[in-house]
């Protein structure tokens, strides 16, 4: 993996540092602000490859840090680190396009790995070959540009809800069992988190609610189907 260029913003001076410390000594390069308005400044002044978010931060919290990073690149992943580990801030920052969660106190090695997972994961999207669409009714999906377009609005799906659909796709009108939904996305880095994968299910049905000739069920104890009463693929 070439130098990846991280940003790490978190409040907690002492541990963050050596954060940093062992994040460049696994080769990564790594610039450390300690408020989410100094991250914000930063992020607009660099090019990063992957940013890692605190979410209680002075002037500025992580989860609307998040939300203005996300408005000037949809496609950067982030990591979100807490103190707390109530499921309601989980969802809500993977709800904010989130690509991982971790909670504190929370091993450096770990993060690490869950780095590295990430941004293969990304590396392979980026350098796919083109991947086919797909339509329903009067509404398609880009893998390859994240794109979904219902009712004549595009929505830019983040990394996660893409693979889910491209999944969903794949296995058309067949059964989508649950670990293979969370193995195509997540791999085998030991964060299958069953609610996650709900949240991601749920918001795709939002999405394609207004198209009617589309529909993903859930099957009890099995997994998911996605129906489609008509489609064509390019």
């Not at 991250?39 to 203005?68: N, Q, R, W, Y």
């Not at 990073?69 to 580990?85: A, C, R, V, W, Y």
Request: glycine letters at 6%; aromatic letters at 8%.
């Amino acid at each position: 993996m070439e130098e990846p260029v991280l940003l790490l913003i978190d409040d907690e001076v002492q541990y963050s540092e050596l954060t940093k410390e062992y994040l460049e000594m696994k080769g990564c390069r790594v610039i450390l602000k300690h408020d989410g308005q100094a991250g914000l400044t930063a992020f607009k002044s660099h090019s990063f490859d992957l940013c890692v978010l605190d979410i209680k931060m002075p002037k500025k919290d992580g989860f609307t840090l998040a939300e203005e990073i996300k408005e000037l690149d949809e496609t950067i992943p982030i990591i979100f680190l807490t103190g707390q580990s109530l499921k309601e801030d989980k969802i809500k920052g993977l709800m904010l396009g989130a690509d991982d969660y971790l909670t504190k106190p929370f091993s450096m090695e770990e993060l690490y790995l869950r780095i590295k997972a990430i941004l293969k994961r990304v590396k392979v999207q980026q350098t796919a070959t083109k991947v086919r669409q797909f339509q329903w009714g009067h509404s398609k999906f880009d893998p390859e540009l994240r794109e979904l377009t219902v009712s004549g609005d595009t929505i830019k799906l983040t990394s996660i809800e893409s693979k889910l659909l491209q999944l969903f796709c794949q296995y058309q009108d067949k059964v989508l069992t649950r670990d293979a939904a969370m193995m195509g996305i997540w791999g085998d880095e030991e964060h299958y988190r069953g609610y996650s994968l709900n949240v991601y299910v749920s918001k795709l049905r939002k999405l394609l609610k207004a198209e009617p000739s589309v529909e993903i069920l859930n099957l009890h104890g099995e997994g998911y189907k996605l129906i489609c009463k008509s489609n064509t693929a390019g």
